[in-house]
């Protein structure tokens, strides 16, 4: 075992107690401060902080506006002095009109208004008589006015006359104003509040007798504008318009209903008394009556005041009755801008405000803060929140470091024991520290110390007894020191002499011990696990003419934990993690044979030791994804043995065995680098070959390859020997073909139409060939489908008569369903080539009168043709079974047998057609006649009671004069012999008039109707020209 010094036992306290507990602890309070604020932010406490301040403000502007309009309809709704006056008023002017008298404000009215100004809180009350209302001049009026709305005298020395005689003065006791006036001269006065109010108060209806408010904008003294109560004067029997009397109210009694400190402890505040002017999609103009509140009143220029909407982020459906969803802003010239002034504005109602539609009076009461005043108590509870998280923070950290401290001092003091304990060779007893938690560690650390040291020893000799071959490195790169465990000799016998079982090195004796060890090695394979960041190599090395192989892992480990066995003295490591590089070597000689053994099981042809199916398309597949380009050049070549079969049922299984090992060695010499050869199957074989510049480099490889093969005899006995024989076929990479399969199918073609030609032969793939005999070949199952399945459906044609146009019969045309083979020539070609032609007639037979028996209605009164095969016959009881299964249904009279061939007809399955059709009074019919070998041998042969001419000699008729002569001489010869003529492939109405004048019995082609599933008649118009046609004839008339 190594030896341990105390200064290789050094920890690094990454994580001291304190350190752990002053996290966690501000780990919880960091929680709690994330909590408080996502709950801030969650709750919106800001945003409610805001909303109550707005709606703090509102109710105070609501309240406000209440009071003003329950101030101002006082004033005129319950004064008992304005119906005096009214009466006195009513009582001079009866006199003036009935007497004759002048107005005079006698002493009754005057008094009246005195005890008004004085007993009312109001500013001041006029009455205005308007003798000459047509004419401009001298109008009679008494104005008094409170000059000290605060005190009330009793010597009434806070009254003053503004205007009115004199001696009004002294009948009342009452001062003159500085500026007072005796009389009202409309000449020089146009502006005055007079004017304007007798102005507007005749515009009003006499029979309502109604007053109203109005503070003109251009009528204003020293103390600021007014607001006014005008009570129009009519007479009662006439309606007559005579005078006003007038309701002063100043903007100093405004001021002590409109308390704007109320809304803004700055003093930022105002109320605003406003009548609405101008209303557009931008903004709105209002004209200022009062403004209390000189913080925004300074900003008031002109009594003009323009505000527009903004959606009111403070509202609350709560509240959604009384509340607004908008809220007006101030708009100011050369105002700070951050300063936005919020106005919550409430209407002014007044009962009495309508009487006159000249008066524009939508008075608003609008209570005006800046809008930072309504977020500062949000802005102030954030702030005084964050304070105190922050104090708190300071003193809870403070207080849980002295915790932790004290809690960690005992942890720390035993950590340096242990420290202080550990010797040369062992553990010494650590001092205990009357902490019951700690002397249990120390109790614990001590018995698995002992424990660890006793399993150490114990597992080295496990691994001495046992002979367990592997051999294990650990490498500090920090200290280059190596740590090395197991001996190679347990793998390689007798590597090193008396090879220690434990090695402590340096890392350049390691290293260099490494690349002795590892340069006559072969690495078979290297895998790299990215997970793991682990490299894994099996290596072959040969030992005294022996091969080995080994697995080698390494691992680079960072922060790697070190144990404290078998430390050095000199180690210098200060860090009780750190990077090292472990590297493990096991004996993989076992292992790798059985490997070896399953992957030749699996990739080889046991009998010629080739390459099998799949792994020769393996290496063909990547050896054509690596050639990107496809640049490269290759063969596919493909060979099939000739006799394998006769080989083996004469000579036996062995021997065939030998014949196939012995085709294979030859065919296997074409292995090479990219070239790849393979036994596929029992007697096939294949071969990749590369070639660098000429096709012709290929085919003298084959040919020399078929020469071997051709000379080749392989001895059964001493008097009989096989010559071995292979036919093959031969396709080109990438000219033919660039994937594996399509190469696979194109040289499989090549090779048997290579067999079907010459057997022994070299064939080369050829497209047109392939296009078309390609089917022969793949398309043997898709036809066994084809048939068992009955993958079919039949078309019919009508066939028309050249007379009438009526349809005499329908020939029944056979159409595909099949996915794979779709033309009917390729189904002919293939039963033909398979020797299915007799089950092409059955099915055919079956499925046509399987379809007429569903339509028997459609086909009443029809023949039906059916496409027949000459060189086949059904054998008798089959076609007698297929016919009692519908001989209740279908007329077997109206059958016709249309006989089909290109080559010459079987007579004896002709004579059996012919006899068959006899029996059930069904008749026959020559297809395609004038062509191919139906010719007038064949009239001679079928006597068909029915010929159909070619579509060759119909195609042009009405141009072609040598077609007009053939045809005429078949239906002389036909008619001759009471055959009727069908002309089938009419494609033109000047082909049908040809035939019609020719004499054609019946006509059928793609002008008159395409084939279709559905079984219908031709249409009305073809079935005209028909009809038309014979009578330009000269034939009968329709």
Same mark, same amino acid.
């Given at each position: ?8 036992i050094t920890f690094k306290n990454r994580h001291s107690i304190t350190s752990i507990m002053v996290l966690s602890f501000l780990g919880v309070l960091l929680i709690q401060l994330v909590v408080l604020f996502f709950n801030f932010i969650l709750l919106r406490t800001d945003h409610k902080l805001e909303q109550n301040t707005y709606r703090y403000i509102f109710e105070k502007v609501e309240s406000r506006s209440r009071e003003l309009e329950r101030y101002l309809t006082e004033l005129w709704a319950n004064?008992?002095?304005? &119906? ?34 004085? %007993? ?12 000459? @209302? ?26 003053? %006359? ?35 109010a007798i102005k507007i108060a005749k515009t009003v209806n006499p029979r309502e007798k109604t007053g109203f408010w109005f503070s003109p904008s251009d009528v204003s003294d020293t103390n600021g504008r007014s607001i006014y109560f005008i009570q129009p004067l009519f ?58 509140? @000189? ?51 409430? @209407? ?40 105190? %998280? ?100 347990? *793998? ?237 076929? *031969?396709?080109?990479? @990438? ?113 046509? %009168? ?5 339509? =028997? ?55 059996? &057609? ?59 010869? =036909? ?64």
């Amino acid at each position: 075992m190594f030896k341990m010094n105390k200064k290789d036992i050094t920890f690094k306290n990454r994580h001291s107690i304190t350190s752990i507990m002053v996290l966690s602890f501000l780990g919880v309070l960091l929680i709690q401060l994330v909590v408080l604020f996502f709950n801030f932010i969650l709750l919106r406490t800001d945003h409610k902080l805001e909303q109550n301040t707005y709606r703090y403000i509102f109710e105070k502007v609501e309240s406000r506006s209440r009071e003003l309009e329950r101030y101002l309809t006082e004033l005129w709704a319950n004064s008992e002095y304005m &119906k005096q006056i009214m009466d006195f008023s009513q009582t001079v002017y009866n006199e003036h009109v009935n007497l004759g008298k002048n107005f005079v404000i006698n002493k009754d009215i005057s008094g009246s208004l005195l005890d008004m100004v004085e %007993l009312m809180e109001i500013s001041g009350a006029f009455i205005v008589f308007d003798d000459k @209302p047509d004419m401009l001049g001298i109008k009679k009026a008494v104005h008094l006015a409170d000059a000290n709305l605060r005190t009330k005298f009793a010597d009434k020395s806070d009254i003053i %006359l503004r205007v009115g005689e004199e001696k009004i003065a002294g009948d009342l006791g009452v001062y003159l104003e500085n500026d007072w006036k005796p009389f009202i001269d409309t000449r020089t006065m146009s502006k005055t509040i007079y004017e304007k109010a007798i102005k507007i108060a005749k515009t009003v209806n006499p029979r309502e007798k109604t007053g109203f408010w109005f503070s003109p904008s251009d009528v204003s003294d020293t103390n600021g504008r007014s607001i006014y109560f005008i009570q129009p004067l009519f007479d009662d029997s006439t309606g007559i318009f005579y005078g006003v009397i007038g309701i002063e109210v100043g903007d100093e009694l405004i001021n002590e209903i409109l308390r704007y400190t109320e809304l803004s402890e700055s003093g930022k505040g105002a109320y605003i008394l406003a009548n609405e002017k101008y209303v557009s999609a931008v903004n709105t103009n209002y004209d200022v009556i009062s403004i209390q509140g @000189p913080y925004v009143k300074r900003l008031v220029k002109d009594n003009e005041l323009f505000a527009h909407k903004i959606k009111n982020k403070y509202y609350n459906e709560a509240y959604k009755i009384q509340d607004n969803k908008y809220l007006t802003v101030l708009d100011f010239e050369n105002t700070n801008k951050d300063m936005t002034l919020i106005a919550i504005q409430r @209407p002014i109602r007044l009962s009495a405000k309508d009487s006159s539609e000249n008066i524009d009076t939508n008075w608003y009461l609008m209570g005006v803060i800046d809008k930072s005043e309504l977020e500062i108590y949000s802005k102030e509870l954030i702030e005084s929140i964050i304070e105190t %998280l922050l104090l708190s923070l300071i003193i809870d950290g403070i207080i849980i470091y002295l915790v932790s401290y004290l809690i960690g001092y005992p942890l720390r003091k035993l950590s340096n024991d242990i420290k202080e304990s550990y010797t040369k060779g062992g553990l010494r007893k650590i001092k205990h520290m009357n902490i019951v938690e700690i002397d249990n560690i120390i109790d614990t650390i001590e018995v698995l110390s002992q424990r660890l040291l006793s399993s150490s020893k114990k597992f080295q000799g496990i691994l001495d007894s046992a002979s367990i071959p592997i051999i294990a490195a650990e490498k500090d790169e920090a200290s280059g020191v190596v740590y090395k465990m197991g001996e190679l000799s347990s *793998i390689f016998p007798g590597y090193i002499n008396n090879e220690k079982f434990e090695v402590r090195m340096s890392a350049e004796e390691y290293d260099k011990a490494s690349r002795y060890f590892f340069s006559d090695t072969i690495i078979i394979d290297s895998i790299y696990d990215i997970e793991k960041d682990t490299q894994i190599d099996i290596r072959k090395k040969i030992w005294n003419g022996e091969s080995y192989y080994i697995k080698v892992i390494t691992r680079q480990v960072k922060n790697y934990w070190r144990t404290y066995e078998d430390m050095s003295d000199d180690s210098n490591e200060t860090s009780d993690k750190k990077t090292v590089t472990l590297q493990v070597i096991m004996d993989y000689t076992k292992d790798m044979i059985e490997k070896i053994k399953i992957q030749k099981e699996r990739d080889f042809d046991v009998l010629t030791d080739l390459l099998n199916r799949l792994s020769f398309k393996e290496r063909v597949e990547e050896y054509i994804e690596k050639d990107v380009r496809k640049s490269k050049k290759a063969a596919m070549v493909m060979w099939d043995l000739d006799n394998l079969k006769y080989v083996n049922d004469t000579y036996g299984h062995d021997f065939g065995d030998s014949y196939i090992r012995c085709a294979g060695s030859i065919i296997g010499i074409l292995q090479g680098k990219d070239s790849f050869v393979a036994r596929v199957s029992g007697d096939e074989f294949f071969a990749f070959i590369e070639y660098e510049y000429d096709k012709d480099e290929i085919r003298q490889k084959i040919e020399n390859i078929k020469i071997k093969l051709d000379s080749t005899n392989l001895r059964v006995s001493e008097d009989i020997s096989v010559r071995v024989r292979a036919t093959s076929g *031969i396709a080109w990479y @990438p000219d033919d073909a660039t994937v594996y399969d399509d190469l696979h199918r194109l040289v499989d073609f090549a090779m048997y139409t290579a067999k079907n030609s010459q057997k022994g032969s070299i064939g080369e793939f050829n497209r047109d060939s392939y296009d078309k005999n390609y089917i022969l070949i793949s398309g043997r199952e898709d036809l066994n489908k084809f048939i068992d399945e009955k993958q079919v459906k039949f078309a019919f044609q009508p066939i028309v008569s050249a007379k009438d146009g009526e349809v005499f019969a329908y020939e029944a045309l056979m159409r595909s369903v099949s996915d794979k083979i779709k033309n009917v020539g390729d189904i002919m070609r293939l039963a033909k080539s398979q020797s299915k032609l007799l089950d092409i007639e059955i099915l055919t037979f079956e499925g046509v %009168l399987r379809t007429v028996s569903k339509y =028997t209605e459609k086909f009443k009164d029809k023949h039906i043709f059916i496409n027949s095969i000459a060189s086949t016959s059904i054998p008798e009881h089959r076609f007698y079974e297929l016919l009692n299964n519908y001989k209740d249904i279908i007329d077997y009279s109206k059958m016709v047998v249309e006989i089909i061939e290109s080559e010459e007809v079987d007579l004896d399955s002709l004579s059996i &057609k012919q006899r068959l059709a006899t029996e059930i009074n069904a008749q026959i019919a020559i297809d395609d006649f004038g062509s191919g070998y139906a010719t007038e041998s064949w009239l001679l042969q079928v006597n068909p009671n029915f010929v159909k001419i070619d579509m060759a000699l119909i195609r042009d008729i009405d141009k072609d004069m040598e077609r007009q002569s053939i045809v005429e001489n078949i239906l002389k010869y =036909t008619k001759e012999r009471k055959i009727k003529v069908i002309c089938e492939g009419v494609e033109t109405h000047q082909e049908m008039k040809k035939l019609i004048n020719m004499g054609a019995d019946f006509i059928q082609g793609f002008y008159l109707a395409k084939p279709d599933f559905e079984i219908k008649d031709i249409s009305r118009e073809k079935k005209r020209e028909i009809q038309v046609l014979n009578v330009l004839k000269g034939g009968q008339s329709f």
